[in-house]
């Protein structure tokens, strides 16, 4: 169970989550402190630390979409946020799963914040609610770089599968 | 089944016959483009070889480019440490499709590797930038990835997990209207489909509208793809592609035409007539918040900008020259004009076009992407206004979340620039000049 600590509504761009003044930081160590910048009270409560890992953002339609910025989503994992969202721009979802931030995809969920959620598999329970909803299964082929604990580890094993020398 | 140019190419480049919507695969990747963020391409690179026992060494130099174009010259220490940072990869690695900081080559990526002929119909581009669709415009399949994505081709030169997106044919019948641009189209068209309209598909363009456009209006309509949310646009490679790499980009070796089967299966057909077309703007803070510029006619403005990878080549400066020649930019009024590339500013220069926009009093910038990113170059105070041929009005793109950004043509920008409002240039100019040849056959007059 975790707590919903920002809902968004559709369209929240890359711009939004990790402001283009901010992308001559490129390590993701050091993204996670513009997470969100511009939505200032959210980004000092995330710098204060008082957003525990594993809490929720709820989003509506198409999150992250515009810029291929890789910090969009170094900036959210950095503090182990979860986000369920109706839908997901392809680029950020890709680059969501590649450096592991935790994303699901729920159409129709519901959430304001306080709420408190429990994200599975399957489906999305809103506890505070009482509403369930379905989740839909990440495109498929991604799954073998979740589990291989991100895309850099998955390239690691291809590399060295195809240099049997080793 | 028929197949579409996306699964065509995609069939070809994952060494299969046929490909279907729907089936992952692992194209090998003919180009492989990034900018400053290489910096962080390069660390997630040296993070996949840790522990690897290999040497950390691209898998082929040649078909890496790397140009410096978001923040040119560095704005700070901090950018020109990455910057360093990439040189010194650059030289170790091999790379031969470098762009460095120089006024003799170079610009913006999205206008260097089409104009050096490093683009070519049938072939996969992948760029760690969203507006790598802008390729498509010749006839390639061309998709932004994240840093570490690109890490990952550069160590195995391939794209991992590519699902074969279905396709939206865009279809354009008609002829457009004296300054109603290929700009003003694709806004239209996001317009209708919305910004997530297009997520995980590709946008193909079709009709008789896009036949007799030019390489530079195609450029325009697959750059905007993305903002659709599209994986890839792209126009099918016919005989204005072969000219546009045979004569603007001097490719002498073969070149393969790859075009859709006739029975290729769309997912969704959007059609539009051109001629009934009026110029477009979109209006903050959403890309797909389209009104035809009639809407907004007579609202302030600040600052013009006229450039970027969507609206910064020649045909772009020389409308806006054309409008802006013998006036004056408003007072109070910033004009800021980037060319999207140093060929881009020559061919401006020794057309007069340059001069022209300098006498009316807009600014000349060096080639990049400028203030588009909101990072340097002409960042907007509080409450203000701007008007840019760029291709996204997201809050704070500008470098502030307070200001708001309108996007439109060169031709609206320009004729805006004359009043200080947003203005429709067809209301400009007189009944003379909107009979001039319309924007698609602007470039064959240089
Ligand atoms: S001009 Fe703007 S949109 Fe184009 S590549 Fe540069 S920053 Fe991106």
């Known amino acids: 169970m975790a707590k919903v600590v920002l809902t968004l509504g559709d369209d929240v761009s890359t711009d939004d989550i990790y402001p283009g003044r901010f992308m001559a930081t490129v390590l993701p160590s050091e993204t996670p402190q513009y997470a969100f910048a511009d939505h200032t009270a959210f980004n000092a409560r995330l710098k204060a630390g008082q957003i525990p890992p594993g809490s929720v953002m709820v989003a509506g339609q198409n999150f992250g979409c515009g810029s291929s910025r890789e910090q969009a989503a170094s900036t959210l994992q950095g503090h182990e946020l979860v986000v369920v969202a109706r839908s997901f721009a392809r680029i950020f979802l890709q680059n969501a799963i590649n450096l592991g931030l935790k994303v699901v995809v729920a159409p129709g969920v519901e959430a304001a914040e306080g709420d408190e959620l429990e994200v599975a598999a399957a489906a999305v329970v809103n506890h505070t609610s009482g509403k369930t909803f379905a989740v839909t299964p990440l495109p498929r082929a991604r799954q073998a770089i979740i589990d291989a604990g991100g895309l850099i580890a998955y390239t690691r094993r291809r590399l060295m599968k195809e240099e049997p020398h080793l | 089944m028929g197949m579409t140019v996306v699964q065509k190419i995609l069939a070809r480049a994952a060494g299969r016959a046929s490909v279907e919507v729907g089936d992952v ?43 410096f174009d978001h923040r040119v010259p560095a704005e700070s220490s901090k950018t020109a440490n990455n910057q360093k940072k990439v040189r010194e990869f650059v030289a170790q690695q091999g790379i ?55 890490a990952s081709v550069w160590a ?66 697959c750059n905007m793809a993305v903002e659709a949310g599209a994986t890839s646009g792209i126009v099918p490679a016919d005989s204005e592609t072969l000219r546009y790499l045979r004569e603007e980009t001097g490719v002498r070796d073969e070149i393969e035409v790859v075009a859709p089967d006739p029975d290729a299966v769309y997912g969704q057909v959007v059609e539009i007539d051109a001629s009934s077309l009026e110029p477009q703007v979109a209006c903050p803070h959403a890309v797909d918040n389209v009104k035809p510029v009639a809407a907004v006619a007579g609202t302030r403005i600040d600052q013009v900008v006229i450039g970027s990878c969507t609206n910064g080549r020649l045909e772009d ?9 013998g006036k004056k930019v408003a007072r109070g009024v910033r004009v800021l004009v980037f060319p999207a590339s140093w060929r881009v500013y020559r061919d401006a220069m020794n057309g007069g076009h340059l001069a022209a926009l300098s006498d009316a009093g807009a600014l000349i910038m060096n080639p990049g992407c400028g203030c588009c ?51 429709d240039p067809r209301t400009l100019l007189n009944h003379q000049d ?8 602007v470039v064959t007059w240089w």
């Open chain 2, 25 to 67: 695969v692992e194209p090998a990747v003919d180009l492989a483009m990034s900018h400053e963020n290489a910096a962080l391409v390069i660390n997630q690179f040296f993070e996949v070889y840790k522990g690897a026992g290999l040497e950390p060494r691209v898998w082929d130099p040649s078909r890496i480019a790397i140009i």
């Open chain 2, 373 to 423: 990113l909101g990072v340097h170059q002409g960042a907007l105070g509080d409450g203000e206004v701007a008007l840019s041929s760029t291709n996204r009005n997201f809050k704070g793109r500008m470098g502030n979340p307070k200001a708001e950004v309108y996007l439109c043509s060169p031709a609206v920008a320009a004729a805006s620039a004359v009043t200080g409002v947003i203005t």
């Open chain 2, 317 to 325: 400066l020389a409308v806006a020259a054309r409008i802006l020649r």
């Open chain 2, 156 to 221: 195995l030169g391939v794209a991992l997990n590519v699902e074969v997106p279905a396709t939206i044919q865009v279809l354009v019948n008609g002829r457009l209207a004296g300054f109603v641009s290929p700009k003003d189209l694709v806004l239209h068209l996001i317009g209708r489909l919305t910004a997530q309209g297009a997520n995980f598909k590709a946008i193909e363009y079709h009709g008789d509208t896009i036949r007799l456009m030019s390489t530079s209006g195609r450029l325009v309509l």
């Open chain 2, 434 to 441: 909107t009979k001039t040849p319309r924007l698609a056959v």
């Open chain 2, 96 to 150: 031969a499709k470098f762009r460095d900081i120089r006024g003799d080559e170079g610009g913006i990526c999205h206008q260097v590797l089409p104009e050096s002929g490093w683009v070519r119909p049938g072939r996969v581009v992948v760029g760690t930038d969203s507006h790598t669709t802008t390729h498509g415009a010749l006839g390639a399949f061309g998709f932004g990835i994240g840093a570490t994505e690109m």
